[in-house]
């Protein structure tokens, strides 16, 4: 079991070296989840006790925020830290929210973002540890500075669509590993003619305890 977390540790920081020659996106959009999770169900405990998946979950996460502007260059990535929770309502259907906010994009000054979104979630369990669910729903993002002599932010509403694995490690506590994307358009509250498109792409691993 120790060699398979090893695995899937080395996995998840060599994608994030790649950022750095220029092919991270594509490569972390079509081979992160898929590596992650093949990597979970190898690692997944044969536990002799069922999962308490009915009920209400709560949780904190971290992960790589990446924003891109589908109308200018601005293309950059972020740490992020969040908090989500919800109420699984049977095996399969589910209701979930979530808060996030990163750790900024540039360098030279200050530019961060955080979020708010609710959605619908429809899971499957492939055995008492593994579940994998599919979710999509709404995001409202909220762009700004803590920079002193910037005071600008930027707020939009749009979708969500995300997956992950979820690994119980005892009755009440799993381990998460999830994919999001999201579309919005950001407005400003100074600039009249301000129009932006940006898209958000995030992964991560979080913690959550069920009740």
Do not use: C
């Not at 070296?17 to 972390?28: D, Q, V, W």
């Not at 996460?61 to 830290?81: C, K, M, R, V, Y």
């Amino acid at each position: 079991m120790l060699v398979f977390l090893r695995i899937a540790t080395d996995i998840w920081f060599d994608i994030g070296k790649l950022k750095h020659i220029g092919i991270a996106m594509k490569f972390n959009t079509l081979l992160t989840m898929p590596l992650l999770t093949a990597a979970i169900l190898l690692i997944a405990p044969t536990s002799a006790f069922a999962a308490k998946d009915l009920g209400f979950y709560l949780g904190g996460q971290a992960n790589n925020t990446s924003i891109e502007d589908n109308i200018g260059t601005f293309d950059e990535s972020a740490i992020g830290l969040g908090v989500y929770g919800g109420y699984n309502f049977n095996d399969s259907f589910g209701l979930e929210a979530s808060i996030f906010a990163t750790d900024s994009f540039v360098d030279e000054g200050d530019f961060r973002m955080a979020a708010l979104s609710i959605s619908p979630v429809v899971r499957h369990a492939f055995t008492d540890s593994v579940t994998v669910y599919l979710k999509a729903g709404l995001v409202i993002n909220n762009t700004y500075s803590d920079d002193d002599d910037n005071d600008e932010s930027y707020k939009g509403t749009g979708w969500l669509f995300g997956a992950g694995v979820d690994v119980t490690l005892t009755e009440s506590l799993a381990l998460r590993l999830f994919y999001e994307i999201n579309e919005t358009e950001p407005e400003s509250g100074e600039l009249d003619m301000y129009y932006a498109d940006i898209s958000l792409v995030q992964y991560g691993v979080g913690l959550h305890y069920r009740f």
